[in-house]
């Protein structure tokens, strides 16, 4: 199958209230074939937090991920791809400020498993916490 170009477009958005995003942000394309990355794109934000890939390569069944790291951390998009189109638009990424308080974090469950092996004398624990942040930073 031969090679097209579409276009990909959107916005790095700050979901922490009445925090500012800046502009200059750096935004990764990466185009993914049969789960092995195929190419790697950049763009830079504008000053509203606007994007876009313009002739992005691609071929049927490449997958996109956009992705930008903010405040040490890296936010990705949910995969992206050209079925039937040659526009991609409306790609929007959530950054988060950061938070050093522990208070922001809860755990909603615990759960522990324990496992027993009689040939070999011993027993397995294994804890598993589910856990959430009633804010709006990480």
Do not use: C, W
């Not at 903010?70 to 938070?99: E, H, K, P, W």
């Amino acid at each position: 199958t031969g090679q097209t170009a579409g276009v990909i477009s959107g916005k790095v958005v700050n979901g922490t209230l009445g925090a500012a995003l800046p502009s200059g942000q750096e935004v990764v394309l990466s185009g993914y074939d049969n789960f092995r990355q195929a190419l790697q794109l950049t763009a830079t934000t504008s000053a509203d937090g606007a994007f876009t890939f313009s002739a992005v390569p691609y071929v049927t069944g490449r997958q996109f991920l956009a992705s930008t790291n903010f405040g040490g951390l890296n936010y990705s998009s949910d995969l992206l791809n050209f079925d039937r189109q040659s526009a991609i638009v409306n790609v929007q990424l959530t950054v988060f400020g950061t938070t050093a308080d522990p208070g922001v974090i809860q755990v909603e469950q615990m759960h522990i498993s324990l496992t027993s092996d009689p040939n070999a004398n011993q027993v397995d624990v294994a804890d598993m916490f589910v856990v959430s942040n009633n804010s709006d930073e990480v």
